[in-house]
C-alpha cells in the first residue's frame, strides 16, 4: 500500500503536467487568435489580370501570361516578381506573396508559360523568353502607381522564387541576352 507522502508526490507530478499542458494550450490559442488576427486585419487587395507577352517556340502569335498583383495596406511600396517551380503555377506561390504584402511590399506573382493558365510552351527560363516576360512584368510594375520608382519607368523590383523559378530570378539579376539587371534592386 503506497503511503501518503507517495501519493502526494504523484498528485502533485499530475498537477504539474496539467498546469503546463493547459498553459501550452492557452499559449497555442493565443498564438492562432493572433495570427488570425494579424492576417484579418491586413488581407491585401488581389488584382487578377492576363498580360500579353510576344510569341514563343512554336508560338507566332502572343502568350498570354495569367498574373496577380497583391497590394499592401500602404502604398508606394517595393515590388517583389514572385515566380513559381517548374509544374507549379501562380497559385503555388500565393502564400508567399501575401506574406510580402503583409510585409509592405507589391507582390506580382504569374504563371510561367506553359504553366497555369498562361498560354504558350514551357521554354524552360529562356533569356529569350521567360526571362523576357519578366522584363515586360517589370515593365507593367513601372506603370502601377502602387510601386515605388526610383526613376521616371524605373520600379524598385526584387525577384524571389524557387527552383525553376529561382534559375528565372538568376537570369533575370543578370540579365540574360536582356537588360533586365541593371533594373532590379
Known amino acids: 500500500m503506497p503511503s501518503v507522502l507517495a501519493r502526494l508526490r504523484v498528485t502533485r507530478r499530475r498537477v504539474v ?10 499559449l497555442a490559442t493565443l498564438a492562432g487568435v493572433l495570427g488570425v488576427a494579424r492576417s484579418g486585419s491586413a488581407q491585401p ?3 487578377e489580370f492576363q498580360l500579353s507577352v510576344p510569341g514563343g ?5 502572343p502568350v498570354s501570361l495569367d498574373a496577380a498583383l497583391y497590394l499592401p495596406a500602404r502604398t508606394p511600396a517595393p ?24 510585409r509592405g511590399f507589391v507582390a506580382l506573382t504569374w504563371s ?10 514551357i521554354a524552360l527560363d ?24 526610383d526613376g521616371p519607368g524605373d520600379p524598385r523590383v526584387g525577384v524571389t522564387g ?16 536582356v537588360d533586365v ?5
Open 162 to 177: 524557387g527552383s525553376y523559378g529561382g534559375a528565372l530570378a538568376l537570369l533575370s539579376l543578370r540579365g540574360t541576352a
Open 112 to 121: 510561367a508559360r506553359g504553366f497555369g493558365r498562361s498560354t504558350g510552351q
Open 45 to 47: 487587395r488581389i488584382e
Open 57 to 61: 517556340p512554336g508560338q507566332p502569335g
Open 181 to 185: 539587371g541593371s533594373r532590379l534592386h
Open 17 to 26: 503536467v496539467l498546469l503546463v499542458v493547459f498553459g501550452l494550450l492557452v
Open 79 to 102: 515590388a517583389v516578381l514572385v515566380a513559381h517551380g517548374f509544374g507549379g503555377s501562380k497559385a503555388s506561390v500565393d502564400a508567399d506573396a501575401r506574406d510580402l504584402a503583409d
Open 126 to 149: 529562356s533569356p529569350d523568353y521567360e526571362v523576357a516576360d519578366a522584363s515586360r512584368l517589370i515593365d507593367y510594375l513601372a506603370t502601377r502607381p502602387e510601386v515605388r520608382l
